[in-house]
């Protein structure tokens, strides 16, 4: 456990047990916040300071604000789950620490010690601790930001930041089940560029990828896969999850991972499951897929089966690809046998179902 103390203002307005339970029967997604949020501030001359947990509360701004015009904010994104013994657990929250920190560093923006982050989780997760299901489809997304509050129209770095800690009630990412969703493939936008901020998880990737989205869904797509931005031919990432790709079947399956180009999100579940394949006997490893392999492996059945995976929606199996010239089924179109399999033993390892080999679960509040 953290040693840093957060000074604690509880809410006097919080939500009472039965309007809590009555929120948690199907809280969606990023809809409905918990009753308290923890703020840490940053200033040149002080450093990170004023670590609290208060009431969850509107942050009024003014209008000359930095990060309103020049958009220096990131973000991370993890889930908290009530494991069988009663304990809270989080997955892997150092690797978001340092993420964090990496994201922080490219936008110019000072970086938050790993002991704060994970002091964070700990003192808002204990507080408003009955907002963590007691269901292992549901959890409680935890959404840690930081973004510049200097006031000033000057384009450099801020000399003031705020990171935040809020969290919202989690239901199944995808309501009734997990289905195979279709993706169109963007040759005329891309989501970020060797160089560029593609590697950080900052708040201005997702205001660039907005209008590929409306393409994807005005071609009855419910994803949009990005190509990368050279040659708009090698396979980078789904929205905002990364891809997996399954050659052969059954115990001869192998699953493939395009590699970190300098343009792609480095995402804790797709490092995980480079691992856990291995554990279940499967080949794993990072490469170069072109949407051309892509199109013929899966019409030689050398290819099986293609899956999204990320935090908000663990793992997601890709059913059907469309692009401006072509279309065509991922194998039967289905939900595969290796992706539903990896999905369920991530699952199990994170709820607590599982033994925990690799030390990934990390307790936020004791049993
Ligand atoms: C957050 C994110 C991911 C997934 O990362 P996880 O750590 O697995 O949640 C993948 N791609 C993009 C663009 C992201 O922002």
Known sequence: MST?????????????????????????????????????????????????????????????????????????????????????????????????????????????????????????????????????????????????????????????????????????????????????????????APGGTGEAKCAGNYAASLMAQAQAAAQDCDQVVWLDAHEHRWVEEMGGMNLYFVYGTGENARIVTPELSGALLPGITRDSLLTLAKDLGFGAEEGRISIEEWREGNASGELTEVFACGTAAVITPVGTVKSAEHSWTVGEGTSGEVTMRLRQALLDIQTGRAEDAHHWRHTLVEA
């Open 4 to 192: 840093t103390t957060f000074t604690r203002t509880p809410s006097t307005t919080a939500r009472s047990a039965q309007e809590v339970a009555a929120l948690l029967e199907d809280p969606g997604f990023g809809r409905v916040f918990t009753d308290h949020m923890v703020t840490i501030a940053w200033t040149e001359a002080e450093g990170w300071h004023d670590a609290a947990l208060v009431p969850y509360a509107a942050i009024p701004m003014d209008p000359a604000v930095n990060v309103l015009h020049y958009g220096q904010a990131i973000f991370e994104g993890l889930k908290a789950y009530r494991l069988p013994d009663g304990s809270i657990a989080t997955f892997r929250p150092e690797a978001n620490a340092r993420r964090f920190q990496r994201s922080a560093a490219r936008l110019a923006m000072p970086g938050l010690p790993a002991e704060l982050f994970l002091g964070a989780l700990e003192a808002l997760v204990q507080q408003d601790s009955a907002y963590v299901p007691d269901d292992p489809e549901k959890s409680l997304y935890l959404r840690p930001f930081m973004f510049s509050t200097e006031v000033g129209l000057g384009v450099r770095p801020a000399n003031s930041y705020l990171f935040v800690l809020i969290a919202s009630p989690a239901g199944a990412y995808f309501s009734g089940g997990v289905h195979p969703v279709s993706v169109w493939l963007s040759t005329e936008y891309v989501r970020a």
